[in-house]
């Protein structure tokens, strides 16, 4: 099951960081980056073990994404 965690808007999109546990207990990292109803969702190779550093590599690679124009 995915986590949702903390959402920011950057400019017209809403980048939502999610978050789940993978079978050995690490926590996978996958943001959401909306704008209007178009929603993009990427998952990322990473593990971690701790929650909140998986949401914070998901919120950081979304917001480079959006900020680095990578999304057209």
């Known amino acids: 099951m995915l986590h ?3 959402t920011e808007q950057i400019g017209r999109y809403v980048v939502t960081p999610l978050t789940q546990t993978d ?3 690490q926590f996978t990292a996958a943001v959401s980056i909306r704008r ?3 929603d993009r ?3 990322f190779i ?3 073990s ?3 550093l998986a949401s914070k ?3 950081a690679e979304g ?3 959006v900020l680095g124009h990578q999304l057209n």
């Open 36 to 38: 209007g109803t178009y």
């Open 4 to 6: 949702k965690n903390t």
């Open 50 to 52: 701790d929650e909140s």
């Open 57 to 59: 590599y998901a919120l």
């Open 46 to 48: 990473p593990h971690f």
């Open 63 to 65: 917001r480079s994404m």
């Open 41 to 43: 969702i990427f998952r």
């Open 23 to 25: 079978a050995s207990g």
